[in-house]
């Protein structure tokens, strides 16, 4: 190696190590990803109110469920005076799953639900539409601003009614409830320079026994306001609806964004794309190595070599019988009487007049 290959190598070595603590030192950005999960420190997560949820239903052993509310409710279906809460982005379930949920409010318990949008028969059931006024921002927009929106909890004293949340956190709002049977909880009032009417942002539906507190603003319990003095005490006041006797509330952690969707190990790899990326090209290469495989394995194709003279193998292993049992005169006698047999075919002589010459010797 020379001297500028030498020094070469040192540089590239020495630049690779400054590049390594660079990276090193750098923080890692913060996360906004929406996912509502209990364990989650990021903004959106919900560690602070899973850890702080028994400071507001003190009495009530909270329980955290794997599995979906269908299995659990199918497994006990006697439970009254209970609280279930879901916290997602979407809340879409299916028709078996939205059944239970509403017979299980039937029975005297409480659903707790809080999600930006509302579908499937859930939704048709409850007549709820969810809407967001013109202009408002997309769901991807930070909550992180020092700026507050109002909101208005009618069953609070008068003197407390208001509380304010991070701007862009309840941006939601029904455009359509039941009305027969639900109760408008809070509002979220016109600002001073806006016109319209009061957006309705948390409802209660009777439900026979129990009842269905329904939110549009799964953002106000996320970290990023709970850890805000100021917004704390409106998600603390929305969670006021669970009964206070309520001997028991599951923590649902099916539906949520990055859970419902990611039920089998299949469809969360399909659902990232860099893994479902990596499944591609791996299907690639596996029939490509598929390919080569069976071409290399072929099996060879087999000589074959033309018929032999079968009578020349007889006459040869006649010979060698006859010379190994040592009967030369008997031997010769035969030859003798082919080669007349050869000559009377083959060249027309026949020697039939006179005696043959296998028998002039065989006299001799």
Avoid: C
């Avoid at 009777?206 to 990023?224: C, E, H």
């Avoid at 969360?268 to 299907?283: E, S, Y």
């Amino acid at each position: 190696m020379t001297r500028f290959e030498t020094r070469l190598a040192w540089f590239a070595g020495l630049s690779l190590v400054v590049l390594i603590a660079v990276r090193a030192w750098i923080p890692e950005p913060v996360d906004w990803t929406e996912t509502f999960e209990a364990d989650d420190r990021q903004p959106y997560g919900s560690k602070i109110l899973f850890e702080t949820l028994d400071s507001v239903v003190p009495a009530s052993e909270i329980e955290r469920v794997d599995r979906s509310p269908y299995l659990k409710l199918m497994q006990d279906t006697t439970a009254r005076g209970t609280a279930y809460l879901l916290i997602s982005d979407r809340f879409e379930p299916d028709g078996a799953e939205a059944d239970r949920l509403l017979s299980y409010a039937r029975r005297g318990n409480t659903v707790w639900v809080s999600a930006h949008a509302y579908g499937g028969v859930f939704a048709d059931t409850l007549n709820l539409e969810v809407g967001a006024p013109l202009g408002a921002p997309t769901l991807g927009v930070r909550a992180d601003t020092a700026a507050y929106s109002t909101l208005s909890f009618r069953d609070l004293p008068k003197d407390d009614q208001e509380r304010r949340v991070r701007l862009n956190t309840a941006e939601r709002y029904f455009t359509s409830i039941d009305s027969a049977r639900t109760e408008v909880l809070a509002v979220k009032p016109p600002s001073d320079d806006e016109d319209g009417d009061s957006q309705v942002v948390l409802v209660r539906t009777s439900v026979g026994d129990g009842s269905v507190v329904l939110s549009t603003s799964p953002r106000m319990f996320t970290n990023v306001a709970l850890v805000d003095t100021i917004s704390a005490p409106a998600a603390y006041a929305a969670l006021s609806y669970i009964p206070d006797d309520a001997s028991s509330v599951y923590w649902d952690t099916r539906h949520k964004p990055l859970v419902s969707e990611a039920a089998t190990p299949l469809r969360f790899v399909m659902n990232d794309p860099n893994l479902r990326r990596a499944v591609h090209i791996g299907l690639v290469g596996l029939v490509f190595l598929l390919t080569v495989s069976v071409r290399r394995r072929q099996r060879a194709i087999p000589t074959i070599n033309p018929p032999e003279n079968d009578t020349l193998s007889f006459v040869r292993t006649v010979g060698d019988m006859y010379h190994r049992e040592g009967r030369n005169a008997d031997l010769a006698h035969r030859k003798i009487r082919y080669f007349e047999t050869y000559l009377r075919t083959h060249l027309g002589i026949s020697l039939d007049d006179g005696p043959s010459v296998a028998d002039s010797l065989a006299r001799r």
